[in-house]
C-alpha cells in the first residue's frame, strides 16, 4: 500500500507532535508499505528555522529509511500575534501542496492538523490522485483559539475557520481524534460517529520508567533530597496558562522547602519570565528544553507534576505531556476546568488532584496537602503508570493506527 503523510513537525524535532508523526510513519514502512512524508523544516520549540535547514524552499531527506520532503515555511518572529500565526499555518498548507504534486501517487493520504488547512491541501491532492484522506486531530482549531482568547468567536478568521472545519470533515473518509473529549466535539457539530476515530497518542514505556527521585537530575542541580520538587515540563505557549504556576511559586518562601522548576521553550517564555522576575519568585527556576535522554531523570526527580490551563480550555486539548507524567509515576497536579478533558481523566483515573485554573492559591494548596502526605502522592503515581501501561503503551496504539489505516485502504 501506498501513504502519503502531511504533517507539519516532523523528526529531528524532539517536541511537539513530529516524534508522533514519524512513528508513525515508521511502523508503516515496517509493515512493507510505501510510505513518504510532506513535512516542514525544524523550527520548534524556539520557533526559528534550525541551522542546516535556513534559506531553502524544499529539501529532500532519507529520516529513518522514510523519504521526507521538506516545504517553505514562513516563521514570525512573533507567533504570539493571531494574524502571524495564520499566515505561518497557511504557509505551510500552500507550500505542502506544491510538494504533495511531486510525491508520487497515493492509496492514503493522512493529514495532520494542525494546521486545519492542511486539510484543504490533502483534499485538493486527493482530486489529483483519485485518493481519500484521513484528517487527524492532534489540535481542535479554531476552538483551541477560540478558549485561550487569541481569537473571538465572531471575528471573519473564525467564522472562515469554522466553514473550513465542516469543509474537510464532510470531505475526509475518516477523522482520527487523541481523545474522548474530541469524539464529542465532533459529534455535537455533526460529524457521524461512524466517521470518528478514537486514535490516542502514546508513549515508549521502556524509555520513560520510575525511578529514584534522588538521581542525577538533583545532583546538577544541587536540590536537596528533602526539598519538595514541583515541575512544569513542556511548550511554553498560551493554552498552557502557566502565569498560575508562576504566582503559584510566589506563595512560598524559603522555610517550606518546596522548589519550582519551568523546563522548556516556547513563544510565551519572555511573557512568564516577566511575570517571575516582577514577583521575585526566588524559589523558580528556568532551564531550556534538556536532551530528550535525560527526560526520565528529569521528570523522576519531581515530587508532583503540574499541568495548567486557562479557565476557557475545556474538551480542546489532551497535553501530551499528561503520559510522560504518568509514566514517570509521578502524581499530576491539575490546575485546569473540572470538565475539561485534562480534569475528567485526572479525576477518573485517579492519577492526581484537579484544582480550579488560575488560581495560585488553590494549586499552593495542593502542593502542601501532597507534601504533608507523601503515601497519598505515591499512590496517586503508582496509579499514573498503571493507566499509562493499560491505553497507552506505544507498541499497542501504534499497531491499532496502522490497522486502522490499512483497513481503510482495503474497504476503500
Known amino acids: 500500500m501506498r501513504f502519503l503523510i502531511l504533517g507539519l513537525n516532523y523528526l529531528p524535532e524532539s517536541t511537539s507532535i513530529g516524534p508522533y508523526t514519524a512513528d508513525l510513519a515508521e511502523s508503516l514502512a515496517a509493515r512493507g508499505h510505501h510510505v513518504s512524508v510532506v513535512t516542514g523544516f525544524p523550527m520548534a520549540p524556539q520557533w526559528r528555522i534550525w541551522k542546516g535547514y535556513r534559506n531553502r524552499l524544499f529539501m529532500r531527506q532519507i529520516v529513518n529509511g522514510v523519504p521526507v520532503l521538506r516545504?517553505?515555511?514562513?516563521?514570525?518572529?512573533?507567533?504570539?500575534?493571531?494574524?502571524?500565526?495564520?499566515?505561518?499555518?497557511?504557509?505551510?498548507?500552500?507550500?505542502?501542496?506544491i510538494a504533495g504534486f511531486v510525491a508520487g501517487p497515493a492509496d492514503l493520504m493522512i493529514a495532520i492538523s494542525p494546521p486545519l488547512q492542511l486539510g484543504l491541501t490533502a483534499w485538493l491532492l486527493g482530486r489529483v490522485k483519485h485518493s481519500p484522506f484521513v484528517l487527524h486531530l492532534q489540535d481542535l482549531v479554531p476552538d483551541a483559539a477560540v478558549a485561550t482568547g487569541m481569537l473571538r468567536e465572531?471575528?471573519?478568521?473564525?467564522?472562515?475557520?469554522?466553514?473550513?472545519e465542516r469543509f474537510?470533515?464532510?470531505?475526509?473518509?475518516?477523522?482520527?481524534?487523541?481523545?474522548?473529549?474530541?469524539?464529542?466535539?465532533?459529534?455535537?457539530?455533526?460529524?457521524?460517529?461512524?466517521?470518528?476515530a478514537l486514535l490516542p497518542n502514546y508513549i515508549d514505556l521502556d524509555f520513560l520508567k520510575p525511578m529514584d527521585r534522588n538521581n542525577g537530575f538533583r545532583q546538577q542541580?544541587?536540590?536537596?533530597?528533602?526539598?519538595?520538587?514541583?515541575?512544569?515540563?513542556?511548550?511554553?505557549?498560551?493554552?498552557?496558562?502557566?502565569?498560575?504556576?508562576?504566582?503559584?511559586?510566589?506563595?512560598?518562601?524559603?522555610?517550606?522547602?518546596?522548589?519550582?522548576?519551568?523546563?522548556?521553550?516556547g513563544p510565551y517564555l519572555g511573557e512568564i519570565q516577566s511575570r517571575a522576575k516582577e514577583l521575585k519568585t526566588d524559589y523558580l527556576r528556568f532551564l531550556p528544553l534538556q536532551p530528550r535522554e535525560s527526560l526520565p531523570l528529569q521528570l523522576c526527580a519531581a515530587d508532583a507534576l503540574v499541568i495548567t490551563q486557562k479557565r476557557a480550555v475545556t474538551d480542546v486539548v489532551f497535553p501530551g505531556k499528561l503520559l510522560y507524567y504518568m509514566?514517570?509515576?509521578r502524581p499530576i497536579l491539575a490546575a485546569v476546568?473540572?470538565?475539561?478533558?485534562?480534569?475528567?481523566?485526572?479525576?477518573?483515573?485517579?492519577?492526581?488532584?484537579?484544582?480550579?485554573?488560575?488560581?495560585?492559591?488553590?494549586?499552593?494548596?495542593?502542593?502542601?496537602?501532597?507534601?504533608?502526605?507523601?503515601?497519598?502522592?505515591?499512590?496517586?503515581?503508582?496509579?499514573?503508570?498503571?493507566?499509562?501501561?493499560?491505553?497507552?503503551?506505544?507498541?499497542?496504539?501504534?499497531?491499532?493506527?496502522?490497522?486502522?489505516?490499512?483497513?481503510?485502504v482495503m474497504n476503500s
Open 327 to 329: 509514566a514517570a509515576g
Open 154 to 164: 465572531d471575528s471573519r478568521a473564525v467564522r472562515l475557520a469554522r466553514k473550513i
Open 221 to 265: 542541580y544541587g536540590i536537596k533530597s528533602d526539598t519538595f520538587l514541583v515541575m512544569y515540563s513542556g511548550s511554553v505557549a498560551l493554552k498552557q496558562g502557566l502565569q498560575t504556576f508562576v504566582e503559584t511559586a510566589a506563595e512560598f518562601r524559603e522555610a517550606d522547602g518546596v522548589a519550582f522548576y519551568m523546563i522548556g521553550e
Open 337 to 408: 476546568s473540572p470538565d475539561s478533558e485534562t480534569g475528567r481523566f485526572v479525576t477518573k483515573h485517579q492519577v492526581g488532584i484537579v484544582v480550579p485554573p488560575e488560581e495560585p492559591k488553590a494549586l499552593a494548596g495542593a502542593i502542601r496537602h501532597l507534601q504533608r502526605n507523601r503515601d497519598e502522592a505515591i499512590r496517586l503515581g503508582r496509579n499514573g503508570r498503571r493507566v499509562a501501561e493499560e491505553n497507552f503503551d506505544r507498541r499497542v496504539v501504534l499497531e491499532k493506527f496502522v490497522n486502522y489505516l490499512e483497513a481503510l
Open 168 to 196: 474537510v470533515y464532510d470531505r475526509a473518509c475518516s477523522v482520527g481524534v487523541i481523545s474522548e473529549g474530541f469524539v464529542r466535539n465532533l459529534t455535537m457539530k455533526g460529524v457521524p460517529p461512524a466517521k470518528i
Open 71 to 97: 516545504t517553505f515555511l514562513y516563521v514570525p518572529s512573533r507567533p504570539q500575534k493571531s494574524l502571524n500565526r495564520i499566515l505561518f499555518d497557511s504557509s505551510f498548507a500552500l507550500s505542502s501542496l
